[in-house]
């Protein structure tokens, strides 16, 4: 589905991105993991095309993708930030936007709008104010309209680290179910290796801009790898899973 070569990507004399080769087959998770500061939020701006790279390739869908990326292309991705960014408008037209600007028809866009909000246990909210919701709420509103566009690949920017405990847990209970139902693939980033244990089958550690372990959530906490790796997970490698 997705896949990255040797990227790299330098701001000024700073390399942030050092020779990143990236694979994400169709309905896999990946999560992706690291100290603050390692490139994990830029990985995901490079790989959603937000950002170009300074070097390498990037291929979607078997497609070299170059410097001028198609429309059409961008609409078949979807992220959702830490910040859910909604539309000062109800919660039904923010789930709805990014099916309007695809030019879906009414029917079309008020059966998804209703099928995502159920998904998400958000349809009693749907004529609410989108500005009157609590933290949590508000992230399912900004899960349910990425996931109304049906993208072929969602990356998700530590979604949960503003919410509390409990309503992370039951968030992530909904969206591990949605992703097993929409066979959806996905790349997430969180501080807490639990999320990624939960979410994804395979974890990729950063550290410095570069990729310093690949394997399962499970394999990484319950096998050695680099030095660096393990004093990242050292917390996580002692906790009960
Ligand atoms: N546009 C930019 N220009 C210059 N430096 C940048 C830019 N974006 C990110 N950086 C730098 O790149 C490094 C990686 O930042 P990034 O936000 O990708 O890390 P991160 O792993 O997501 O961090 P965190 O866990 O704290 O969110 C940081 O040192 C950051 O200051």
Not at 103 to 116: L, M, Y
Request: with cysteine; charged share 25%.
């Amino acid at each position: 589905m997705l896949k990255a070569k040797n990227l790299c990507w330098q701001q000024g004399n700073k390399k942030i991105l050092d020779n990143i080769d990236f694979s994400l087959l169709k309905g896999e998770v990946i999560g992706l993991v690291g100290p603050n500061g390692s490139g994990k939020s830029s990985l995901l701006k490079v790989l959603s095309f937000l950002e170009k790279p300074t070097a390498g390739e990037i291929l979607f869908q078997n497609k070299v993708i170059g410097s001028n990326i198609s429309l059409d292309i961008r609409r078949k991705i979807a992220i959702v930030f830490q910040d859910p960014l909604l539309l000062n408008t109800t919660v039904y037209e923010n789930v709805a936007s990014g099916l309007k600007i695809r030019g879906k028809s009414k029917k079309e866009i008020s059966d998804k709008v209703d099928r995502w909000l159920t998904s998400f246990g958000i349809f009693h909210l749907k004529n609410q104010k989108a500005r009157l919701l609590s933290g949590g709420e508000s992230q399912r509103v900004s899960l349910a309209r990425a996931f109304a566009i049906e993208p072929d690949v969602i990356f998700l920017d530590e979604p949960f680290s503003a919410l509390d405990v409990p309503t992370k847990e039951l968030l992530i209970d909904d969206i591990n179910k949605i992703i097993k139902d929409t066979n959806t693939t996905a790349v997430v980033v969180s501080h807490d290796f639990r999320d990624i244990f939960r979410l994804a089958s395979k974890a990729m550690v950063l550290i410095n801009g570069r990729v310093e372990a690949v394997d399962t959530p499970f394999n990484l906490i319950n096998k050695s790898t680099t030095a660096e790796v393990d004093r990242f997970l050292i917390h996580w490698k002692n906790l009960d899973f």
